[in-house]
């Protein structure tokens, strides 16, 4: 008998643990979060332009993100987002769809991952310099619905 009460009391001790990091020990930043909002986003890697349109992307923490990314030239083109784990290629004059949600507040850099023309390596990362953008993840606080 006194074995099961062992057995519950440890249960609760585990899960009442478990509740308590993640309610009063775990940071804003560190706790995580999904608000339900969906933001739809295009981006297009430009003929001839090597660089995406827009440059700047602007999201709340905890929104799903859905980007529409549109290569409208004869290159085939890389988006890759590392803090979200995205990496995707694009065959020459082709649509990709890419979705994850903005889990860490910050800026973060999304850029061309394929070598498609000169100035495509930065010494670290094969990184085209002239197709690089940027998310914009605020604080969940301030989210507003589009």
């Not at 062992?6 to 020990?25: A, E």
């Not at 409208?72 to 979705?99: C, N, W």
């Amino acid at each position: 008998m006194n074995k099961y009460f062992i057995l519950i009391g440890m249960t609760i001790l585990i899960i009442g643990g478990g509740i308590f990091y993640r309610t009063v020990l775990l940071s804003e930043e560190d706790r995580p979060v999904e608000t339900g909002v969906v933001r739809n986003f295009t981006i297009i890697a430009e003929k001839d332009e090597w660089r995406w349109t827009p440059e700047t992307i602007e999201v709340d923490r905890g929104d799903r993100i859905k980007l529409e990314i549109i290569n409208e030239d004869e290159y085939d083109h890389g988006l890759a987002i590392d803090a979200f784990g995205v990496s995707q290629r694009m065959p020459a004059k082709s649509t990709i769809y890419v979705e994850f949600v903005a889990t860490q507040i910050g800026d973060f850099q999304y850029y061309c991952s394929v070598p498609c023309g000169e100035g495509h390596v930065d010494g670290v990362k094969r990184t085209h310099f002239d197709m690089i953008g940027v998310i914009k993840v605020r604080p969940a606080k301030e989210n507003s619905v589009p």
